[in-house]
Every structure is written in structure tokens, then in C-alpha cells.
């Protein structure tokens, strides 16, 4: 067997990310070889990744980022918080996130299959798992294209939102604040146009049943149904929801005081809690 000489361990973990002492291990069962020695640590990641494959992915980062008209989120999960919280993981998912917004993926698989530091996304990310010894995956890759679009980040890098504008101009505040408001209060979609049918079916039957169990005359149950439903449109629906910041005014209110002819064209929330 070869000598190996601290220098080569040195150098493989600059290369691969992997411990000092896989590195070495590495190192020793390729005889000294360097380029065995990475393919021994990526072969050594993808098995670690196939043995964790059943693990819980449940913490992680989730970041956003814009360029022009266009804004990309990428959530990469792991197992702990521990390993979230490293700046090294987050470093990584930035990476990613930025390899989105220069090539625009149409979806979570095609982000995966981009090419990566000389491998795909993918294949960097099972090399990851025999660095960092957890589970990683993509969890949640998800864009938007509007003539102007706010990133927001919640501190913790668990939750993020983005959201379009029908103008280039837009006032800096006014779109940080709505884009805040969708982190905090996780609207179902824009307006009430933009709710699915079958989810406000569902919201009328649920408010016909509670009205029914509670013993009120048949024939005013449909009107306390629709009742319900217009409170989940004040709730649910970003643009008629009270604005966090003062209460007396809805999201719409507060878009047409800044500029009445500003609209949302729609937007992207992700949360690992």
C-alpha cells in the first residue's frame, strides 16, 4: 500500500467536502490513487443516501431569490436542525437556488437534472449525503414570472414567499409588506375568482352541516352556509384579508392607496413547519 501523505487527504477533502478521516480511508483503499479516491467518497455518498433513503427529511433551508422579472424557491431538507442551521448547508442550497435563477427550470425535474459543479443537481446532492452523513432531498422547487417579483425570507430559512406585481414599479415597502403578509397568514390564493370550486363546495357544505347540527331551520341553512363561505374569503383570500400592519384596511385596500392600478399576479409560499 502506498503512503498517504496528509497533503492528499488534505486535498481530497478540499475537493469532495468529505471528513479527513473518509478522506484517508479513501485515499488508502484506492492505493494513493486521487481520482479513485472521489469516486470511492461519491459512491460512498449514494450509499449512505440508499441507506437513509427511508429517514424523515423534516428540517432544512427554504430560500428565495429574484433576477428581474423572474424569482425562484428551492426548499433542501435534511434530518436535523443541527445540520440546517450549518452554513455550509445553507451555502449549498443557496448554490442551487442560484443555478435555478440562471436557468430557469421548468420544474423540480429539471432543476435536478441541470449540470452541477461537473455532475447534475441531483448527483451533488447524494455526493452531499456521504459528506454530511443525513438524508438531503429536494423537497420543493417552485417559480414565478411577473414585471416584478419580492423575495421574502423569514428569519430561520424555514419559510419564504414570493410574489408577482402587475407593474415594473413598485414601491419597495409596499411589496415587502405583502409578501410578508403571505408568510404570516398563508392565503389560499389571490381573490375569490382564484379559489378552486371544489374548495368553496366544500367550505359551503361544511357551513351547511354545522348549521344543521346546531338545529337551525331548514330553510336558512343555505344562508348561513354562504355566510361561511364569504369568512373564509376574508380569511383565505390574500387580497381580501386584513392587512397585519393595520387592520382596519384588506391587502386590496392597501394596494390601491399605494397605487390603484397595481395587481397580484400570484404567489409562492413554502414552509417546513
Known sequence: MSE??????????????????????????????????????????QAIANKRADRDAAEGAVLAKVD????????????????AKNESFVAFTQSILDAAIANK??????LLALPFEGKTVAEKVIEQVGVIGEKLEIKFYDKINAPHVQAYIHPGNK?????????????????????????????????????????????????????LREG??????????????AKFFKEATLLNQEFTKDAKITIKQYLAQADKELKVTGFIRFSLK
Open 159 to 211: 419559510l419564504a414567499t414570493l410574489v408577482g406585481f402587475s407593474k415594473t414599479e413598485v414601491a419597495e415597502q409596499v411589496a415587502k409588506d405583502v409578501a410578508m403578509q403571505v408568510a404570516a397568514m398563508d392565503p389560499v390564493a389571490v381573490d375569490k375568482g382564484d379559489v378552486p370550486k371544489e374548495t368553496v363546495d366544500k367550505e359551503f357544505e361544511i357551513g351547511r352541516d354545522q348549521a
Open 216 to 229: 337551525k331551520p331548514e330553510n336558512i341553512v343555505d344562508k348561513i352556509a354562504e355566510g361561511r363561505v
Open 105 to 110: 427550470p421548468e420544474n423540480l425535474e429539471a
Open 68 to 83: 428581474g422579472s423572474f424569482g425562484a424557491m428551492v426548499c433542501l431538507a435534511c434530518e436535523t436542525d443541527f445540520v
Open 4 to 45: 498517504i501523505k496528509a497533503a492528499d487527504v488534505s486535498k481530497l477533502r478540499k475537493v469532495t467536502g468529505a471528513g479527513m478521516m473518509d478522506c484517508k480511508v479513501a485515499l488508502q483503499e484506492a492505493n494513493g490513487d486521487f481520482d479513485k479516491a472521489i469516486e470511492i467518497i461519491r459512491k460512498k455518498g
